[in-house]
């Protein structure tokens, strides 16, 4: 079974009603995505370039894995 790893990003303040979470690039395996996000996390405001569309606060990126769905492509 094949598996897609992505990066994600959402809203890092809580109260806030963006609650959209955006893919930001497909990777080739979860090591590659959770040092991706890793990265984007650490890096310094002025270093980070997107922010959140409602509240302009930093996005907080985490690593996901999708399993590819049964006949999906068949
Ligand atoms: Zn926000």
Redesign the pocket.
């Known amino acids: 079974m094949n598996s897609c790893y992505k990066v994600r990003a959402c ?1 890092s ?1 809580r109260d ?1 009603d ?1 609650v959209q979470h955006k893919d930001i690039i497909r990777t080739i395996n979860h090591e590659s995505s959770f040092s991706f996000a890793m990265w984007m996390n650490g890096l310094d405001d002025l270093q980070a370039t997107t922010t ?1 569309p ?4 930093r996005l907080f990126y985490y690593p996901v894995t999708y399993m590819a769905e049964t006949g999906y492509g068949e």
């Open positions: 809203c303040t806030c963006y959140c409602r509240c302009g606060s």
